[in-house]
């Protein structure tokens, strides 16, 4: 049976007019010549503009009748599409024959690129929950089958941090429809306890939600959260509902010294999974497991890894 949460994302995305309104970049191909990558804007059900970026394998992406797999990233709550080298682990996958979408979940208020990408997020709601985090995901995929030929047969999840919980979430639920075949998480955020400990315990938490409650709204470092972002977050809690995605393989990392999602918190998702390996590291980068490190052993076996993961299981 599906959960509340799903099927109000079903409600809403049936509600949706999947208009796609590219930024006026065209596609661009590395130096290489073996991966292509395209920026776009695609409109929400709201009229705001989610942005994001898809980086393909050249050779894969010019032919009509070839699928390609897909692995759909999601970012932290104070994260961009870019962030813990989200980028360079994009290309790395199209390289090795697979597709690589991510959106900024932060939404745009128009799709003119020069408001819209303003450094100080001026052109930005500033705001966002997991229903709308969930529906930019889907507006993704639906983006890469249509205009890549991405495969939706062979669709695989990549989460960090509240983006762990976002995959939890799309590969518990099949959110979309579609039946996710492998899933990897590092630090996922995505039991009860993971935001009322990073936002300073459940005092401070209770304060917020309250305010949220009272004023229509809280803002936290720079972000808005409003009573329908503490809704969706008790509404759905993926820790306890990993039987959803079967016995389909997962790969979970976590830091011993990661003081923003606590190792009992990974672990606690973990549990969720009957099909998971467990990667335990202790690095002093703490929650960014070295991946913005422009050299690291840590990173490259986790892009290592990765790389690995989805060319097995997709």
Not at 287 to 302: A, P, V
């Amino acid at each position: 049976m599906k959960t509340t949460i799903t099927k109000a994302i079903s409600l809403l995305l049936g509600l949706i007019l999947l208009i796609t309104i590219l930024c006026g970049c065209t596609l661009s191909e590395d130096v290489s010549g073996k991966i292509q990558s395209e920026e776009f804007f695609l409109e929400n059900s709201d009229g705001t503009f989610t942005h994001g970026e898809i980086v393909v394998p050249s050779e894969k992406s010019t032919i009509a009748d070839t699928k390609i797999p897909l692995v759909v990233m999601s970012h932290g709550i104070y994260g961009s599409m870019n962030s813990g080298g989200a980028r360079q682990l994009s290309e790395k996958l199209a390289e090795s024959g697979i597709a690589a979408i991510r959106v900024d979940f932060n939404r745009c208020i128009t799709k003119d690129p020069a408001i819209a990408l303003a450094k100080d997020k001026s052109g930005r709601t500033n705001s966002y929950t997991i229903s709308e985090m969930l529906e930019s995901n889907d507006l993704a995929i639906h983006y890469a089958i249509d205009k890549y030929n991405a495969d939706p047969y062979r669709i695989g999840l990549y989460g960090r941090s509240f983006g762990g919980r976002l995959t939890m979430a799309m590969g518990n639920e099949s959110i979309g429809g579609f039946d996710y075949k492998s899933m990897f998480l590092i630090a996922p955020a995505g039991n009860e306890y993971a935001l009322i400990h990073y936002f300073g315990g459940q005092k401070n938490w209770d304060k917020m939600r309250a305010k949220a409650q009272s004023e229509g709204f809280v803002q936290k470092n720079g972000l808005t959260f409003t009573p329908k972002w503490f809704e969706d977050y008790y509404r759905y809690n993926p820790a306890l509902t990993g039987d959803g995605f079967d016995d389909k393989p997962v790969i979970l990392y976590y830091n011993t010294k990661d003081t923003v999602v606590e190792p009992k918190t990974s672990l606690d998702c973990a549990s969720a999974y009957s099909n998971i390996k467990i990667y335990k590291v202790t690095t002093d980068d703490g929650h960014g497991y070295e991946m913005s490190y422009k050299h690291s052993k840590l990173k490259d076996e986790i892009m290592g890894r990765v790389t690995e993961f989805f060319s097995e299981t997709l």
